[in-house]
């Protein structure tokens, strides 16, 4: 790789690791021999699921990082002193393919900034996709970040060729879009969520290839004064109205010359982790966002106890539940009971009664479940002091008052 190129490779790497879209499982991965490429840990490496459920690790880039936008959170905004550079598409489709051929990736994930215009931005990226399929039969995964302004045509074109769409929501709240980056309108933003959900939906139907692996999007948190609470009302509304696949929740991280109207720390990385989580019990645990809204101080999420716990606490009177005869669903909002253990559970328990020691084999999290279960020999007391009882499950030592 030429020095121009590899220089390129670097600036347009390291400006894609903001976009959360596409996330990294976490495990170390092949050393690689140029500029971190091929590590799961270096800039340019992101990992994606595939329909079929396969993690797949993806070249992860911008075409470009100047732009035509000036939005208040972004590092690549127009009035930006970052360092500028722009991959051409012929550039990107050789370093996929390159990458591809050595077996440091399984894909692309491909975003931008603005250039020129939103159209003229989406159809470079769309010439990307395009190239790799039918130029060169590349059969790697290809998830694209689309532009809600471009023309509905471009992104109906790109669900053709690629395997994931995604367009970023980028702020909870349309005011706080307004404030921050007014040059962006939410109503466009739904209104293209809304055209891809049609589009994947009737490919699904009539067996077409249409981005199968559906939308995703991206909400940034911390960049302004949006409440926990509203950001999972704005995450439920998406997941119900356009099928989102997933919404991904990125820790605002204060930029180089930031605007005055940013704040000067990030939010604790604790906040995203307990967003996930919450996000994770409203897919596939049944809540729904004002329950675990309602846990929450203030419309925000407890940081020393995972959402579940914190609405166990808070609902104390639906428990304990017996292992034996509760409902799936109930079982599924016990503290320390995961999907696979209540499924566990709910099959063991038809050939047997189940047993506190029965229970300890179908899950790790026994500790934290045992004083919301009832088994064949544990029957915990009706009624514990809840205060106390949180301090003991998340392991902080209880503070005496010398006048109690």
Not at 36 to 45: E, K
Not at 88 to 97: A, G, K, Q, R, Y
Not at 279 to 297: C, K, P, T, V
Not at 338 to 362: P, Q, S
Request: with cysteine; charged share 30%; glycine share 6%.
């Amino acid at each position: 790789m030429d020095e121009k190129l590899s220089r390129k490779l670097r600036i347009l790497a390291d400006a894609a690791k903001y976009d959360a879209s596409c996330s990294s499982s976490g495990t170390p991965g092949r050393k690689a021999d140029v500029d971190g490429l091929g590590s799961t840990t270096g800039a340019g490496i992101c990992h994606a699921y595939t329909p079929d459920g396969r993690c797949v690790s993806l070249l992860k880039v911008l075409l470009t990082n100047y732009c035509l936008f000036d939005c208040a959170y972004c590092v690549n905004r127009r009035s930006s002193n970052v360092k500028r550079a722009k991959f051409s598409v012929d550039e990107v489709v050789t370093l996929t393919i390159e990458f591809y051929k050595r077996n440091y990736i399984e894909g692309l994930f491909l975003s931008s900034g603005i250039i020129r215009s939103p159209d003229y931005t989406m159809e470079q990226m769309l010439l990307v996709a395009k190239r790799l399929r039918r130029d060169y039969g590349f059969r790697g995964y290809i998830h694209l970040k689309t532009i809600p302004e471009a023309s509905p045509w471009l992104i109906e074109e790109a669900g053709l060729w690629a395997d994931r769409l995604s367009i970023n929501l980028e702020l909870p709240t349309e005011k706080s879009l307004e404030r921050l980056a007014p040059e962006k309108d939410g109503a466009s933003i739904e209104g293209a969520m809304a055209q891809m959900f049609e589009r994947i939906e009737e490919a699904r139907q009539e067996g077409r290839h249409f981005s199968p692996a559906g939308q995703t999007t991206q909400v940034i948190v911390g960049a302004d004064d949006t409440t926990d609470a509203e950001v999972l009302r704005t995450s439920a509304k998406l997941y119900g109205h356009y099928d989102m696949k997933r919404v991904y929740y990125s820790a605002f991280s204060p930029i180089p010359d930031s605007s005055a109207v940013l704040p000067l720390k990030p939010p604790p990385l604790m906040r995203e982790s307990r967003l996930y989580q919450a996000d994770w019990l409203m897919r596939y645990y049944g809540f729904q966002a004002e329950e675990i809204a309602a846990s929450s101080h203030k419309g925000m999420l407890d940081l020393e106890v995972d959402p579940k716990l914190a609405w166990a606490l808070k609902n104390r009177h639906l428990f304990p539940v017996d292992v034996n005869r509760a409902e799936r669903e109930m079982l599924l909002r016990v503290p320390g009971l995961g999907a696979r253990a209540v499924d566990r559970i709910v099959a063991a328990r038809k050939h047997t009664t189940l047993r506190l020691e029965d229970v300890a084999r179908l899950t790790s999290g026994l500790r934290r479940a045992k004083p919301f279960l009832i088994a064949a020999d544990h029957h915990p007391k009706a009624k514990l002091d809840r205060q106390d009882l949180r301090e003991r499950l998340i392991g902080k030592p209880r503070q005496l008052s010398l006048f109690a």
